[in-house]
């Protein structure tokens, strides 16, 4: 069993900065492929970037260039670094841990997700 608890969500003017964590308990860390997605209001959770146990990474389009994900595996954080943010990007952002590795876009390839940090960018 693993838990996941996301912080460093807040308010932000367009083009500022944030920088999201997730600590997860439990054993294994460095095995699982971690996840960061995110929700806005009436709108489907979305992929924005994953970091899988090789450390392969990817993101999505609408992020590429603006944010960067890591891990620190020595201390269970998997970290979401957000540049040049946009009113688009308002959200809720999930992080979501993966046993075994799947479709690293879709939300049902991961088996625990975290409570969620909300994410609003002003104009």
């Known amino acids: 069993q693993v838990q996941l608890v996301e912080s460093g969500g807040g308010l932000v003017q367009a083009g500022g900065s944030l920088r999201l964590s997730c600590a997860a308990s439990g054993r294994a860390f460095s095995t699982y492929n971690m996840g960061w997605f995110r929700q806005a209001p009436g709108k489907e959770r979305e992929f924005v970037a994953v970091?899988?146990?090789?450390?392969?990474?990817y993101y999505a389009d609408s992020v590429k260039g603006r944010f960067t994900i890591a891990r620190d595996n020595a201390k269970n954080t998997v970290y979401l670094q957000m540049n040049s943010l946009k009113p688009e990007d308002t959200a809720v952002y999930y992080c979501?841990?993966?046993?075994?590795?799947?479709?690293?876009?879709?939300?049902?390839?991961?088996?625990?997700w975290g409570q969620g940090t909300q994410v609003t960018v002003s104009s």
């Open positions: 970091i899988q146990w090789s450390g392969r990474i």
């Open positions: 979501a841990a993966a046993q075994e590795t799947g479709p690293y876009s879709m939300p049902r390839t991961y088996d625990y």
